[in-house]
């Protein structure tokens, strides 16, 4: 399968860059936001490359380098799975996180009844997750198809940072 920086790279020499861009975007799912912060370019420019406007090779490269480190991260960094409904997911403002000196990269797997739970559940554990995080009327149902750790997330106010060192005390 091709990287999604090779995929970029080709996609240089026709107009399909910004669209192939967003795509990459969209698979890593990364805000174009948090890509400008973490790539050192403005988000500015990175707006203007996504309409379709002309940018510096020097841009281009840091890029390709930007998404070459995700997807580094994405094989090398311990995964832990949050399943939740899309608009608790969309809450998560980053995916990398330090707890305990350790960072680890959280994989969202969007799930609106009970079945996409557990469907997601065992997807996530086919991937190599960690552990995983997840609703309290979920988990012990998520517990029974799964041998990875499993922590509920409660709504309140600095429940997700509570849960993800929970589920890492765990690992």
Known sequence: MMRAYERLLLSIDSD???????????????????FSKISDIPYSTLYKIIQGGDFRVSTLKKIVDTVKKFEMKDEEMDKIAVIAARPSLNNIKTKVFKVQGKEYLLKEYPANSLEDCIVAAIQAEREGVKAIICAPIVSSSIEKVVRVPVAVVIPEKNAFMRALEVVVSKI
């Open 16 to 34: 399909r860059f910004p669209e192939e861009f967003k795509r990459v975007l969209l698979e890593l799912n990364i805000s174009l936001k948090e």
